[in-house]
């Protein structure tokens, strides 16, 4: 008869060599399998395997041939527990520790923890979670105020001195830049003020880089200090003729009223007068005596 091949879970397959009826011959490739009962050609049973000295499991917890387990017919081992709600309460409860302003509360009857806000905050301008904040959701204080460009320009300059006449560095606070800015300005002004008010030639400058080289070092509205040159008419007083002659004195020129005529004068010393002859009129001679 032909061979009938065997099929082993866990091991190779197995031949049933060609034997009489009664007797078939199993080969097992693992030593640890048996046959109890073999009927007829090619039929076995009773194949049972591994087990026995062989080292096989002949029951597992209590049980054997197909045997289907759950936790509940597994022991715990001390090392190795199964998860229970108040083993984790029980772990978690021991694991947290308060911190400041935090404290927790604890039921143990329903497993339950309450971390309590004592201290903490609980929102922020009205904002609760994540919160971000900027200048736009935080009202101005007294105290602390936000920078504008008019604070600045009014702010008073409270602690400016102004004793150090210094060059300003770039260290400088800006109260200490003006004081110093200040204090040169106060310096250079004294200095000016003094220059100005000094008549005495402080640069010592010439009349020939002024263009007065041929100008006379003397003054000219006493006429005493003019030696030569022709005087300007405009400079001559109304009562003085152009020769410098005043009028109406003795030695000096006889000059018409208003009706252009003689003043009053002496004529006594008119000697000698040439009269033309007479036209025909007659002619009449007065004297004062």
Do not use: C, W
């Amino acid at each position: 008869m032909a061979d009938v091949i065997v099929t082993i879970p866990g091991a190779t397959n197995v031949t049933v060599d060609d034997a009489p009826a009664t007797s078939v011959v199993v080969i097992f490739p693992a030593s640890n399998y048996v046959v109890t009962t073999v009927i007829d050609r090619g039929i076995l049973f009773g194949i049972e395997g591994p087990s026995g000295p062989a080292g096989g499991v002949d029951t597992v917890n209590g049980q054997s041939g197909n045997v289907t387990l759950d936790t509940s017919e597994i022991p715990e081992n001390p090392t190795a527990l199964y998860f229970t709600n108040t083993r984790v309460y029980t772990k978690v409860k021991a694991a947290l520790v308060a911190g400041s302003n935090v404290s927790f509360i604890y039921n143990d009857t329903l497993q339950t923890i309450t971390i309590a806000a004592s201290g903490n905050v609980l929102s922020v301008n009205g904002q609760t979670g994540a919160v971000v904040l900027d200048t736009d959701d935080i009202t101005e204080g007294t105290t602390n105020q936000y920078f504008t460009a008019t604070r600045v320009r009014d702010l008073l300059l409270t602690g400016l001195s102004t004793a150090t006449n210094a060059i300003i560095s770039a260290t400088d606070s800006v109260l200490v830049a003006f004081g110093k800015l200040q204090a040169q300005i106060t310096a250079n002004l004294s200095t000016l003020t003094s220059h100005i008010s000094n008549t005495s030639n402080p640069h010592s400058v010439t009349k020939s880089q002024v263009g007065l080289g041929n100008v006379l070092d003397v003054d000219t509205t006493n006429a005493n200090n003019i030696s030569s040159g022709t005087l300007n008419d405009a400079r001559l007083s109304a009562n003085v003729t152009l020769q410098g002659n005043t009028f109406n004195a003795a030695s000096k020129l006889v000059q018409l009223d208003a009706s252009a005529k003689l003043p009053a004068v002496d004529g006594s010393n008119l000697t000698n007068l040439n009269i033309p002859p007479s036209t025909g009129g007659d002619l009449y001679l007065f004297y004062n005596y």
